[in-house]
């Protein structure tokens, strides 16, 4: 919206705000919000691009925007930059992941999503039944014929 000029400023600028609070909001109710930017550089979207057009099998990927969209590379930068700095919080950070390699794309998202798993420090619940009850059901139904 605000690399083509949609919305005005004065109406996408308070949607930090709005952002923001919602990700409070949620938060407060123990929702757990990882937001991850994958970042590739101009070289590796057109390396990419070159795939698309080479492989069959990813041809479907590519579009005529692609090439419009690219030329705007420096206002979208600047639309990101913005949005990391204004609505990444204590409570709902951003992760900017370099990501031109997907290997490691892969392993630095899945170690913040498993660092964030542990300090959760989530355990199973406690059985809501009497386990020797149902365990004495368990064999009296293995030795009775159906």
Do not use: G
């Not at 004065?10 to 919602?22: A, E, G, P, T």
């Amino acid at each position: 919206m605000r690399v083509h000029d949609l919305v005005p400023k004065k109406v996408w600028s308070k949607r930090y705000d709005l952002i923001n609070d919602y990700e409070k909001m949620l938060t407060v109710h123990n929702v757990t919000i990882l937001k991850f930017f994958l970042y590739i550089s101009p070289e590796e979207q057109l390396e990419r691009f070159r795939q698309r057009l080479d492989d069959p099998a990813r041809q479907w990927k590519i579009s005529e925007s692609d090439y419009k969209e690219r030329a705007l590379w420096d206002q979208y930068l600047e639309a990101f930059e913005d949005m990391l700095k204004k609505c990444s919080t204590k409570d709902a950070p951003w992760y900017v992941i370099p990501s031109n390699h997907k290997w490691f794309r892969n392993l630095a998202v899945s170690n913040i999503i498993r660092k964030t798993l542990e300090d959760m420090n989530m355990h199973l619940p406690a059985p809501m039944v009497d386990l020797e009850k149902i365990r004495q059901q368990y064999h009296s139904a293995k030795t009775d014929p159906v």
